[in-house]
């Protein structure tokens, strides 16, 4: 959805900028809305909390994974011996275990998602803010997201590449916002 609309606005502002009546002229700018989000510095802080939460995720489950593996090598060892209500009780726990833990996975999956979600929002709403200020700044008409290929081709001389802009001033924000603590 993204990539349509992105390309519909560059379709757009190229035919408005080829009509003959036009007497206005959009100018606009363009970047890699990851590379100017990595760039951000609270992103490697944001980024480090994912990855401990996610360890913290992926050890839990290799423990229920384990728990689940003992328990299995313990029937298999006693089926042999195990009377046919036995077997039949231990079959039935093993199979609730296994679907317990597969939710658990999806569980964790989702949660991760989510928190992945939260952390990174302040980051892309600083982002939004810096690109909304540069775009007033610079009176472009829009910011066009060159990141999967959306925008193939781009005159330089129809547009300007902000991304060394917008890496400066999200590290300047950073830089003033620390001082003044």
């Known amino acids: 959805m993204k990539r349509i609309v992105t390309i519909l606005l560059g379709l757009c502002a190229v035919l408005c900028l ?3 009546d036009s007497v206005r002229v959009f100018k606009f700018g363009y970047l890699s809305y990851e590379i100017a989000l990595h760039s ?6 944001a980024q480090q909390s994912l990855n401990a939460l996610r360890a913290k995720y992926e050890a839990e ?3 229920v994974e384990q728990d689940f593996n003992l328990k299995y090598e313990e029937f298999l060892e006693g089926m042999r011996d195990f009377p046919e209500t036995i077997l039949r009780k231990r079959q039935t726990e093993l199979k609730e275990l296994l679907e317990r833990n597969i939710d658990f996975k999806a569980e964790c999956r989702q949660q991760l998602t989510k ?3 939260q952390l990174f929002e302040p980051l892309k709403a600083k ?3 810096v690109l909304a200020t540069i775009a007033s700044e610079r009176g472009y008409a829009f910011i066009l997201n060159t990141d999967l290929n959306a925008v193939p081709f781009i005159n330089p001389a129809m547009g300007d590449d902000i991304n060394e802009l917008v890496r400066s001033t999200l590290i300047n924000r950073s830089t003033l916002k620390s ?3």
């Open 127 to 129: 982002l939004a803010d």
């Open 179 to 181: 001082v003044i603590r």
């Open 18 to 20: 080829s009509a003959q």
């Open 40 to 45: 951000m510095p609270d992103y490697t802080l």
């Open 115 to 117: 928190d992945e979600a």
């Open 61 to 63: 489950m290799k423990r």
